[in-house]
């Protein structure tokens, strides 16, 4: 038998030998294959947008708020993105003001509070509401918080700039959550330990020890979190109202009421209907592209943030 044994293993070795090349090959191609698919995704975009950027006027395109692709019948198209853009930005910014407290709470009560069967079940929890389908989030704008923010402020509709926001912000909530509690769990335990030892509570240890060593993982939390809701595109479209509004006065809160619309909205509720090649056709991929640079941004920008704070580390 221990000679069966041996010969079996020797049988696999010489295997794992001769397929060494064809493993190697694979983990090349498996290591190069996300940057291969975002340069595909790159080219696809800009190979449609391509005929129509020499001919958009960028200042309109920016800064004005006509977006009429089918214009009646003499008169000429326009292409003013300037409400989508506020739209984008303003789901973005509220939904990260509820989500990244909610993430970062929820994080640390399960990292440093949370013990046996209760961690373990927010955990799955957590991983469940990860999972809803984001159409789904869009009934729960729709047929749940609707009719809350109707009678709670007495508005006729409450498919609203708000709504958009509470539910982006529940959809990042998981992703934040999920890399946060990573991040607090990496905190080597000799740090609470010394910081117990010093008579802290369990708060200080929490933001005196784990948040500066862990605010690396941390940022990036909240990052891929804005990258979420920049991105997020269905829920958006039921929720918001899809109103092209851009309000004269930032600082009045009743712009949480106002019908927003946002730039992947657009894409997805204009793009069936709109004729293969054609301008309007083209401008929607115009969008994706600046909807790309938006998504380049925010990703090198947290690069730079995450590099900046473990430079600022070893210095000190």
């Keep these: 038998m221990a000679t ?14 001769g397929a060494e090349p064809l493993i190697r090959i694979l983990i090349y191609a498996s290591g190069w294959s996300a940057i291969i698919f975002v340069a595909a ?9 391509w005929p129509i950027l020499p001919r958009v006027n960028w200042g309109d395109f920016f800064f004005t708020n006509d977006w009429v692709p089918v214009p009646a019948e003499g008169n000429e198209a326009t292409y003013g993105a300037k409400s989508m853009m506020y739209g984008t930005f303003a789901v973005t910014i509220f939904s990260m003001i509820i989500a990244v407290p909610l993430g970062l709470g929820a994080a640390i ?9 209760v961690k373990e079940t927010f955990k799955i929890l957590i991983e469940l509401l990860a999972a809803i389908p984001s159409i789904v989030w869009g009934f729960i704008g729709l047929v749940v918080l609707n009719p809350i923010i109707q009678s709670v402020f007495g508005v006729p509709v409450g498919v609203n700039l708000l709504n958009g926001s509470i539910v982006v ?5 998981p992703l934040i959550v999920s890399i946060s509690e990573d991040a607090l769990r990496a905190v080597p335990d000799s740090y609470r330990e010394a910081a117990l030892a010093l008579g802290a509570s369990k708060w200080e240890i929490v933001y005196r020890v784990l948040f500066p060593a862990a605010k690396n993982g941390l940022l990036a939390a909240c990052m891929l979190g804005v990258g979420r809701a ?6 958006v479209l039921m929720a918001t109202g899809n109103g092209m ?3 004269e006065n930032f600082a009045n ?20 209907d709109s004729v293969h090649g054609g301008d309007h056709y083209r401008m929607l991929f115009v969008i994706g592209i600046v909807l790309l640079i938006f998504s380049v941004v925010i990703n090198v920008t947290s690069d730079i943030i995450v590099k900046g704070i473990k430079g600022d580390q070893k210095n000190a």
Aim: charged share 20%.
């Design 4 to 17: 069966k044994k041996t010969s079996f293993r020797g049988l696999g070795a010489k295997f794992l030998d």
């Design 109 to 117: 009560y399960i990292s440093e509070f949370a013990t046996g069967k």
């Design 245 to 247: 509004v851009i309000p």
């Design 169 to 173: 912000a529940f959809m990042a909530v």
């Design 41 to 49: 995704i790159f080219y696809f975009i800009f190979q449609e947008a």
């Design 230 to 235: 920049v991105g997020e595109t269905m829920a």
């Design 253 to 272: 809160p009743a712009i949480l009421l106002d019908k927003v619309r946002t730039l992947t909205a657009t894409i997805v509720s204009e793009l069936p």
